[in-house]
């Protein structure tokens, strides 16, 4: 199946589910498209054994695609610049400290929890797997997924503050997954040195790395921008061209250099974000142009996403272990996502005061997504990488349909409840 044909079929299919679920089904976008997708995907598990039709070339297009290659190494950067490039940094500056420690020390937390509690669980079942791997499942499935979470805040009017920590928690939890997956996996299969000081320079490299190449990319970014500005021209094709080669050039030379891709994309696009807020001049002339363009990027991006989330059924391997595994692993999870909010939060409040959020709210703002589904479909071949691929996606179906269809109505009871207008 040629990359053409991939390619045509998945925008077909994306299109017909957005319309079937615009005019029929009528849920949050992401929500009611990869509903229709896994739907339609059991439906054609379904024909296939009992041998009705020719239901092959299905799976053979899931394969084609290649999920966790075309996530993490092209739809991830597109997706977190486009997020990043529309944030108000000075708002976001104001609760740095909070989005910090969520993004860092809470998904270590987070990431701890959920491992030490799944090796409990999964021995239980007579499933032999290794402590590193289990937390390694914590550091796959502990980043939130934004994309459905802040459509349902913005839909139900949600307080800015809320907003603005779940954003910057998503965009920077998101790099941290990757870099703490990296070394988590470095670590299990043995390619890393399990020594402070091997850890500690993994984590300056990947982490310092990409900031200080998003920073030099996206300050080189600006100043090609302003030139074009400047000189008077009224082409804003050659700036949009600009900010695709700094995302596409930056995330590649990101892989390169060996340094955090995702953290670079979602530097160079806060820096430019900023210095768009802070220009003045004929500058304000161009930025609706490139603001209308990746948030058309990123709509169509995240219909793709959901759909390939739920063509993926296609090509698991499904147990009955796992479902009962799920049963328990899923509270878990959401257990856990508690302790890694609430406690920061509560930590923080002794310093400086964090107006009309808690644990609880941010707990169900949990949603997981795509990342999650690529880092475990990224795991090696020698590892338990079934398992751990179903469970994933077990708990991301769950996390996008139960969390996403039930956190309107909380948002609601919470605002009610606090008298938030």
Same mark, same amino acid.
């Given at each position: 199946?040629?990359?053409?044909?991939?390619?045509?079929?998945?925008?077909?299919?994306?299109?017909?589910?957005?319309?079937?679920?615009?005019?029929?089904?009528?849920?949050?976008?992401?929500?009611?498209?990869?509903?229709?997708?896994?739907?339609?995907?059991?439906?054609?598990? !379904?024909?296939?054994?009992? +041998?009705?039709?020719?239901?092959?070339?299905?799976?053979?297009?899931?394969?084609?695609?290649?999920?966790?290659?075309?996530?993490?190494?092209?739809?991830?950067?597109?997706?977190?610049?486009?997020?990043?490039?529309?944030?108000?940094?000075?708002?976001?500056?104001?609760?740095?400290?909070?989005?910090?420690?969520?993004?860092?020390?809470?998904? !270590?937390?987070?990431?701890?929890?959920?491992?030490?509690?799944?090796?409990?669980?999964?021995?239980?079942? +007579?499933?032999?797997?290794?402590?590193?791997?289990?937390?390694?499942?914590?550091?796959?499935?502990?980043?939130?997924?934004?994309?459905?979470?802040?459509?349902?805040?913005?839909?139900?009017?949600?307080?800015?503050?809320?907003?603005?920590?779940?954003?910057?928690?998503?965009?920077?939890?998101?790099?941290?997954?990757? =870099?703490?997956?990296?070394?988590?996996?470095?670590?299990?299969?043995?390619?890393?040195?399990?020594?402070?000081?091997?850890?500690?320079?993994?984590?300056?490299?990947?982490?310092?790395?990409?900031?200080?190449?998003?920073?030099?990319?996206?300050?080189?970014?600006? *100043?090609?921008?302003? $030139?074009?500005?400047?000189?008077?021209?009224?082409?804003?094709?050659?700036?949009?061209?600009?900010?695709?080669?700094?995302?596409?050039? +930056?995330?590649?030379?990101?892989?390169?250099?060996? !340094?955090?891709?995702?953290?670079?994309?979602?530097?160079?696009?806060?820096?430019?974000?900023?210095?768009?807020?802070?220009?003045?001049?004929?500058?304000?002339?161009?930025?609706?142009? =490139?603001?209308?363009?990746?948030?058309?990027?990123?709509?169509?991006?995240?219909?793709?996403?959901?759909?390939?989330?739920?063509?993926?059924?296609?090509?698991?391997?499904?147990? $009955?272990?796992?479902? *009962?595994?799920?049963?328990?692993?899923?509270?878990?999870?959401?257990?856990?996502?508690?302790?890694?909010?609430?406690?920061?939060?509560?930590?923080?409040?002794?310093?400086?005061?964090?107006?009309?959020?808690?644990?609880?709210?941010?707990?169900?703002?949990?949603?997981?997504?795509?990342?999650?589904?690529?880092?475990?479909?990224?795991?090696?071949?020698?590892?338990?990488?079934?398992?751990?691929? !179903?469970?994933?996606?077990?708990?991301?179906?769950?996390?996008?349909?139960? $969390? +996403?269809?039930?956190?309107?109505?909380? =948002?609601?009871?919470?605002?009610?409840? *606090?008298?938030?207008?």
């Amino acid at each position: 199946m040629s990359l053409f044909t991939v390619f045509a079929i998945v925008i077909t299919l994306t299109a017909i589910f957005s319309y079937i679920n615009e005019i029929y089904i009528k849920l949050p976008g992401t929500i009611g498209i990869m509903l229709a997708s896994l739907i339609s995907s059991i439906v054609f598990l !379904v024909l296939g054994s009992i +041998g009705f039709g020719h239901t092959e070339w299905a799976t053979d297009l899931v394969i084609a695609a290649d999920f966790n290659h075309l996530f993490m190494n092209g739809m991830l950067s597109f997706l977190l610049f486009a997020a990043a490039l529309r944030v108000n940094v000075t708002k976001l500056k104001e609760f740095a400290l909070t989005i910090a420690y969520l993004a860092t020390f809470g998904i !270590v937390i987070s990431s701890l929890f959920i491992g030490f509690a799944m090796y409990w669980i999964v021995s239980h079942f +007579g499933v032999d797997l290794p402590i590193l791997y289990a937390i390694l499942f914590g550091a796959i499935i502990s980043p939130i997924d934004a994309v459905v979470v802040l459509k349902i805040l913005k839909r139900v009017n949600a307080d800015n503050t809320m907003e603005t920590i779940i954003t910057g928690e998503s965009l920077f939890n998101d790099a941290a997954a990757v =870099v703490l997956f990296v070394l988590l996996l470095g670590l299990a299969s043995g390619t890393t040195s399990m020594t402070a000081v091997g850890i500690g320079e993994f984590f300056l490299r990947e982490a310092l790395g990409g900031l200080g190449l998003g920073l030099v990319l996206g300050y080189v970014a600006h *100043l090609m921008i302003l $030139q074009i500005v400047y000189k008077g021209s009224d082409n804003h094709i050659v700036i949009i061209l600009l900010t695709l080669a700094l995302v596409s050039g +930056g995330y590649t030379l990101a892989e390169l250099l060996d !340094v955090s891709g995702p953290l670079t994309s979602v530097v160079s696009g806060l820096f430019l974000a900023k210095s768009r807020h802070d220009s003045i001049g004929t500058e304000y002339e161009h930025r609706h142009y =490139v603001r209308d363009f990746w948030e058309v990027i990123d709509e169509v991006l995240n219909a793709v996403l959901f759909v390939l989330i739920g063509l993926e059924v296609l090509i698991l391997n499904f147990k $009955q272990t796992y479902f *009962l595994g799920c049963s328990l692993v899923i509270p878990v999870i959401i257990i856990a996502r508690y302790i890694s909010v609430e406690f920061p939060l509560v930590f923080l409040r002794l310093f400086r005061p964090i107006p009309r959020i808690k644990g609880l709210i941010m707990t169900w703002t949990g949603i997981r997504g795509g990342v999650s589904i690529a880092l475990a479909l990224s795991l090696p071949d020698d590892s338990p990488r079934n398992i751990l691929l !179903v469970l994933t996606y077990i708990v991301v179906v769950f996390s996008i349909i139960v $969390q +996403g269809l039930t956190l309107g109505p909380a =948002v609601k009871w919470y605002k009610k409840r *606090l008298g938030i207008e």
